[in-house]
């Protein structure tokens, strides 16, 4: 059984910082590309950040690039965003998502995610 937790998540002003963590199991961890998410209310649901299997190469959103960083330990079947100069509008709860093939190409295909971390900034 698949199961992804997130973690890390709170309250922070502006301009601050916080590195959200997703604690994977149940499947190969290093076989698959990962993914963030998140959604605020009224926003629907936002792709923010891509990294492959094995970590070579990564992606952001244009809301987020320069400021988060994805990455992964697979040897502790982990993802992580560094969040760095938070803005109100990075208010979000934040979910990491598996991709739905193995070895797949980054189609942001999700087919598992976890329940989601909230991140509140705000002064």
């Known amino acids: 059984q698949v199961q992804l937790v997130e973690s890390g998540g709170g309250l922070v002003q502006p301009g601050g910082s916080l590195r959200l963590s997703c604690a994977a199991s149940g499947f190969t961890f290093s076989s698959y590309w990962m993914y963030w998410v998140r959604q605020a209310p009224g926003k629907g649901l936002e792709w923010v950040s891509t990294?492959?299997?094995?970590?070579?190469?990564?992606y952001y959103a244009d809301s987020v690039k320069g400021r988060f960083t994805i990455s992964r330990d697979n040897a502790k079947n982990t993802l992580y965003l560094q969040m760095n100069s938070l803005k109100p509008e990075d208010t979000a709860l934040y979910y990491c998502?598996?991709?739905?093939?193995?070895?797949?190409?980054?189609?942001?295909?999700?087919?598992?995610w976890g329940q989601g971390t909230q991140v509140t900034v705000s002064s």
């Open positions: 990294i492959h299997a094995g970590g070579g190469s990564t």
């Open positions: 998502a598996k991709d739905r093939y193995l070895y797949g190409v980054g189609s942001r295909e999700y087919d598992s």
